[in-house]
C-alpha cells in the first residue's frame, strides 16, 4: 500500500537536545513538506521540498532543519535554537509543487520536557 | 496572509446541513479542503482551481467566488463520521505554498 509514514509516533526531548522526525514516501511523489500545528490551530509551513536536493523555507523554518537527498525521504530536524517545540509534526507529499492534493502522514507529537 | 474561517464551530444533528467559509484577502488560484479528526492527520477533500475544475470526494461539494476570493463547504445530509476540524488552505499569487486557515470545529450528534 502506498502511503506516508512518519516515526515516531510520540516523542519526548529534554531540553537543549536536537531530534529528527522521520517521514518517509512510496507514493513516487515529487514535492514534501513538514507542518506544525498547535493546539486548536492550523497546520503552518515549515519546509517544503520540490523536488530531491531541493528544498525551501516556509513561513516558520526558524530553529528547524532539513535534508531530502531521497526523493522518498525528507526527515525534520528540531534543534535547540527552536524556542517552544513541542507541537504536532505532520509531513505530506503531493505528485508535483503548488496546486495539487496533499497527502499527509500520521504524524508526530513531540513534547519537549 | 492566513485566509479566514467561518464559522469557528458547529454543532448539527445527523442529517442536518451545513456550509464552512473561508476568505482570503488576496487573489487566489485554489482552494483546498481537508478535515482532521482528533489526533490524526487531515483528510484530502476537495480542491478547487481557479478557471472552475475541482478534484475531490463525489460526496463532498464546495463553491470558489474568484472574484471575491472565497469559498463554501456544503455538508448535506450529515453523518456521525463528518464531525472533525475542517480546514481550508489557500494558494495564491506568487508563492505556490499552501496557507491553512484555524478550522471549523463540526460536531454531528446522533
Known amino acids: 500500500d502506498g502511503g506516508i509514514t512518519q516515526s515516531p509516533k510520540y516523542l519526548f526531548r529534554k531540553e537543549g537536545q536536537n531530534v529528527t522526525l522521520s517521514c518517509e514516501q512510496n507514493l513516487n511523489h515529487d514535492a514534501m513538506y513538514w507542518y506544525r500545528q498547535d493546539p486548536g490551530q492550523g497546520l503552518r509551513l515549515i519546509y517544503y521540498?520540490?523536488?530531491?536536493?531541493?528544498?525551501q523555507k516556509g513561513d516558520i523554518a526558524e530553529g528547524y532543519s532539513v535534508s531530502r537527498e531521497k526523493k522518498e525521504s525528507f526527515p525534520l530536524t528540531v534543534t535547540s535554537a527552536q524556542k517552544n517545540p513541542t507541537a504536532f509534526y505532520l509531513c505530506?507529499?503531493?505528485?508535483?509543487?503548488?496546486?495539487?492534493?496533499?497527502?499527509f502522514g500520521p504524524g508526530t507529537r513531540l513534547t519537549v520536557l | 496572509q492566513q485566509p479566514v474561517q467561518s464559522p469557528q464551530a458547529v454543532i448539527l444533528r445527523e442529517g442536518e446541513d451545513a456550509v464552512i467559509n473561508c476568505s482570503s484577502s488576496k487573489a487566489l488560484y485554489s482552494v483546498h479542503w481537508y478535515r482532521q479528526k482528533h489526533g490524526e492527520a487531515p483528510v484530502f477533500l476537495m480542491i478547487l482551481l481557479k478557471g472552475g475544475e475541482q478534484k475531490g470526494h463525489e460526496k463532498i461539494s464546495a463553491s470558489f467566488n474568484e472574484k471575491k476570493q472565497q469559498s463554501s463547504l456544503y455538508l448535506t445530509a450529515s453523518q456521525l463520521s463528518y464531525s472533525g476540524t475542517y480546514f481550508c488552505?489557500?494558494?495564491?499569487?506568487?508563492?505556490?505554498?499552501?496557507?491553512f486557515g484555524s478550522g471549523t470545529q463540526l460536531t454531528v450528534l446522533p
Open positions: 521540498s520540490q523536488i530531491v536536493n531541493d528544498f
Open positions: 488552505g489557500t494558494e495564491g499569487g506568487s508563492a505556490r505554498q499552501l496557507t
Open positions: 505530506a507529499s503531493s505528485i508535483q509543487w503548488g496546486y495539487n492534493e496533499q497527502f
